[in-house]
């Protein structure tokens, strides 16, 4: 029998895309559940997940935003052998999953990574330039092992969340935190390469000028030199 699959979505404004992912997730797994988070969606994403209509489904609607908070209130509702986060808005990448499943037999975690030969990023420049200087500050303080500590897309074995758990406040950089942990639990990590797809709505909803921008880059370097000094 193949392990039970969860995968985790977090949702803001993806009505022009929300059912296209949530096929792409059934087409390419089976005996798989979709937590899905949505943080205050003004655009019906809501109402197309409920009419998707599929069991398998769960949706948690909430007012605030948050994407750590967000990613935890989805694993703390997932039943699976095998864990997931991917991009609500890139159903494309669900394609990778057999793969990733594949590279599980030898690995506890399965990165994809624009960073290892045969990844790419075909964002706007300031988003390349912003992601690359993360990435390289990553490597020099905790370590090369990983070539894109932001990535957040993975499938990873439910068993290992026992050797760290993510500490999930702030936005994307609870990741880099939660890889960098389980890496020095001794967690086999393993990236295979993808292309991220250009924007579609440009700049990060997030980051939704540059002065947001630059403080959200300010909050990542932050919390890399925290997931250094940080002792648990």
Not at 19 to 38: G, M, Q, Y
Request: charged share 25%; aromatic share 10%; glycine share 6%.
């Amino acid at each position: 029998m193949e392990p039970k699959i969860s995968i985790i979505l977090s949702t803001y404004n993806e009505g022009y895309i929300i059912k296209e992912t949530l096929k792409s997730i059934f087409a390419n797994l089976t005996d798989v559940e979709v937590i899905i988070v949505d943080d205050s969606s003004t655009d019906g994403t809501c109402d197309k997940i409920k009419k998707f209509n599929d069991p398998r489904v769960k949706l948690f609607s909430r007012q605030d935003r948050g994407l750590a908070s967000a990613f935890l209130l989805g694993l703390i509702n997932t039943k699976g052998d095998i864990i997931g986060w991917f991009d609500s808005n890139m159903p494309e990448l669900l394609q990778k999953t057999s793969e990733m499943i594949s590279e599980l037999d030898k690995n506890d975690l399965v990165l994809l990574s624009r960073y290892v030969p045969g990844g790419n990023d075909q964002r706007s420049k300031l988003r390349i330039l912003s992601s690359k200087t993360i990435n390289l500050v990553c490597r020099i303080v905790l370590g090369s092992g990983i070539k894109d500590y932001t990535s957040s897309i993975f499938l990873m074995k439910r068993e290992k969340l026992s050797m760290a758990v993510p500490i999930c406040y702030g936005h994307g950089e609870f990741f880099i935190e939660f890889l960098f942990k389980l890496k020095k639990k001794g967690i086999k990590i393993s990236e295979i390469p993808y292309t991220h797809p250009p924007d579609h709505e440009g700049m990060s909803k997030t980051a939704t000028n540059i002065v947001r921008f630059f403080k959200l880059g300010f909050d990542y370097m932050i919390r890399i030199l925290v997931s250094k000094i940080r002792k648990n």
